[in-house]
Nanobody, 124 residues
């Protein structure tokens, strides 16, 4: 299974961007999918997730009201829409997927598949 990411780039503060993560095998509905990010010199950090089954979502406090994770069944992908970006959002963003449900979708270890990473840089 491959996760192919697209989107990202160099952006101005306050701008918006959408990242996409396409799954190569199976239906996106069968996976719990999350986005993590890793800023320079920091550990990989959970950002948000959409859970298998009902697809309920979860966000860290710093991105609530600004980021939206959503499944796109036509593309067999999960998108991450990010608005009102700040320099604190600068990081490499990774999508990750697990087939089925997860007890702790904010932990790195349980995930089976990872995307290649996408740089998002927000500088004034």
């Amino acid at each position: 299974v491959e996760l192919v990411q697209s989107g990202g780039g160099s952006l101005d503060p306050g701008s918006s961007v959408t990242l996409s993560c396409a799954v190569s095998e199976g239906s996106i509905a069968s996976y719990t999918v999350a986005w993590f990010r890793q800023a320079p010199g920091k550990e990989r950090e959970f950002v948000c997730s959409t859970r298998w089954g009902g697809g309920s979502t979860r966000y860290i406090d710093s991105v609530k009201e600004r980021f939206t994770i959503a499944r796109d069944n036509l593309k067999n992908a999960v998108d991450l829409e990010m608005v009102a970006l700040t320099s604190e959002d600068t990081a490499v963003y990774y999508c990750t997927a697990h087939l089925g449900a997860l007890q702790d979708d904010a932990a790195v270890d349980p995930y089976d598949y990872w995307g290649q990473g996408t740089q998002v840089s927000v500088y004034s």
